[in-house]
């Protein structure tokens, strides 16, 4: 496996995967973060003297236009990337209609130093999500060298991202985005310092099972938060009112508080709960202890009692790992306590602390609190991190470090 950084890309054609699914309304890209996150990588191999051929996914074209007649491929086009592209990298970006074929191959051919090429959407082809390596090999032939920068889809057995990398023997690499999600995952994995907390938040205790239960080997203390954590109070014979519960999880639950005791580690449930009438921004609230929420209400966000406690805990730890909202942050009413987590790891950080926040949830929270760079590490990739801390091997990066 060859360092990108050590790399010398001039007269090279790099081959990048980048992850370039980022939202569009009316045809107005609405967040760009991860077109701005492949911009170094695509930057170190222009300015190497090398050229830039791109390949991306962008929404799923092929089961969106069956179930939505109406829907166009035109609606999932690459194309309206281009201009924003363009100005971000501040050069013209060329645009192949089809990712393979042969106008992808001439464009690719005469390809100048300092020039970059983005192919369309790679989903077009159904190929693509099977992991086809025909089609993987089609794109293979358009560059010198494969970079996968795409960490958002690392954990994924597709064409561009796994399978690929076996035509590029001696010239498969990360790129810088790669690299550091990479850096940051295994640090927390496999290099944490002690006392080690994961905050594991968001709706459904069935998401978070596998990463509770890897982290049990990890961790030296899991803080649960959100809609998950009614699922335990109901499961240790509390009354949780209309709170989020999966009752068929009620065994499984108490399953979990057992392992963590037989192997020492500390598992911090909230206390009490702001409560709420009703699912909605303008719901009547009150405080209630989490065993006895009364029938009717609610509980949508973490109380006083367990935000000072779970402040504590994270404010002594030297390794944070967080992912998923402590409440449905997205209403005013019920965000203080994904905001006070949020700034409790911003304090741990400024003290020393490593703090990576990864999985969608937690990471629209501290961007919408004005603190992602105020922690150590906020991953772009939802589904890859959740699954790199389930502790499975990830093919996007597997294909490349073997
Ligand atoms: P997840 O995708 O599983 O991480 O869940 C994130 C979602 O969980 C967010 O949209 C939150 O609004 C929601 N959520 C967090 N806490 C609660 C709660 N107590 N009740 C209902 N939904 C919640």
Redesign the pocket.
Known sequence: MSTFAAYDFSNQKALIRVDFNVPIKEGKITDDTRIRAALPTINKVLQDGGSVILMSHWGRPIKDMEKKPELKKEDFSLSRIVDHLSQLLGRDVQFAPDCIGEEAVQKAATLQPGQVLLLENLRYYKEEEKGDAGFAEKLSQLGDVYVNDAFGTAHRAHASTAVIAQFFPGKKMFGLLMEAEVKAGEKVLHNSEKPFTAII????VS??IVIIENLLEKATDIIIG??MA?TFFKAQGGRIGN??CEDDRLDMANALLAKAKDKGVNIHLPADSVIADK?AADASTDNADNKHIPDGW????IGEKAIAAFSEVIKASKTILW????????MGKFQAGTRAIAEAVVAATAGGAYSLVG???SVAAVNKFGLADKVSYVSTGGGAMLEFFEGKELPGIAAISK
């Open positions: 938040g968001g709706a459904k998401d978070k959100g809609g009614y709170s989020l699912f609610m509980g949508l966000d992912n998923g909202p402590m409440g449905v942050f997205e999985g969608g949830d």
